[in-house]
Structures are given as structure tokens and as C-alpha cells.
């Protein structure tokens, strides 16, 4: 299960009070996570606090792709 807490940014991404890349050590988990701000080309304007437990490391990248995909629709609808 992951909250996501969505904030206007530069891009930064931190993962249960740590760095996102020392949260995700490899580049499929961190992509996994990056999917939908890259799919709304959001990327770049969000700073993202990610609070992520339980399953596995790569379970926690997929829940937080889910969190962030919803926390997108509901800051803008149009980004479905």
C-alpha cells in the first residue's frame, strides 16, 4: 500500500522520509514509479512524498505507480 501526497515542484521524489533512489536501488523499480508522471508528461512539476509498506520492494513501486496515477486524476481530471 503506498500514500502519495502530491505537491507543485521541481520533481523531486522521496520514498518513507528517504532518497527516492536509495528507496528503489534499481532502474526498473524507479521507471515503474516514474510511469505515469512521465505518461501526463508531469515529470518535472511535482515534488512527490511517497509513504510506501508492505509486499516487496517491487510490490511498493507498482502501489506507488497506482497512488500516483489517482493523485494525478485528482488534481486534473483531464490528465484520465
Do not use: W
Request: no cysteine.
Amino acid at each position: 500500500m503506498a500514500r502519495v501526497i502530491l505537491r507543485p515542484g521541481k520533481g523531486d521524489i522521496t520514498v518513507n522520509h528517504r532518497a527516492f533512489e536509495n528507496y528503489f536501488p534499481t532502474e526498473g523499480t524507479r521507471a515503474v514509479v516514474r510511469q505515469a508522471l512521465a505518461a501526463t508528461e508531469t515529470t518535472d512539476k511535482f515534488d512527490l512524498l511517497i509513504l510506501a509498506h508492505g509486499g516487496g520492494v517491487a510490490g511498493q513501486a507498482g502501489a506507488a505507480r497506482l497512488g500516483i496515477s489517482r493523485a494525478l486524476v485528482e488534481f486534473n481530471a483531464e490528465l484520465r
